[in-house]
């Protein structure tokens, strides 16, 4: 699926862009993918950790833990949202 994805903010740097990704599911695992250089900060191997409590209008925000840890926005009409829930209710 494609998604939007972002490094997770830190209090003491700006709010870093969404980027365009694209996202695979693997057993529990999320996979993200970048095309080309950039947001290749963002590849790698993530599990499904947490959700917005009140995400934007119209979007569920969800937290992946890797090495790094990664938000990635969804619509809320998206069929991938079933997944993201089903993920996030395993235990890790």
């Known amino acids: 699926m494609i998604a939007r994805a972002q490094l997770l903010p830190d209090r003491h740097q700006p709010?870093?862009?969404?980027?365009?990704?694209?996202?695979?599911?693997?057993?529990?695992?999320?996979?993200?993918?970048?095309r080309g250089r950039r947001a290749s900060d963002l590849r790698g191997e993530y599990k499904v950790v947490g959700k917005s409590p009140s995400p934007p209008k119209?979007?569920?925000?969800?937290?992946?833990?890797?090495?790094?840890?990664?938000?990635v926005r969804i619509p809320t009409d998206s069929r991938a949202i079933a997944t993201f829930e089903e993920l996030l209710s395993r235990p890790n």
């Not at 119209?58 to 938000?71: S, T």
């Open 58 to 71: 119209k979007r569920e925000i969800y937290i992946l833990k890797g090495d790094k840890d990664v938000c």
């Open 15 to 34: 709010t870093a862009t969404w980027n365009e990704v694209r996202l695979f599911v693997d057993e529990d695992n999320i996979l993200v993918r970048t």
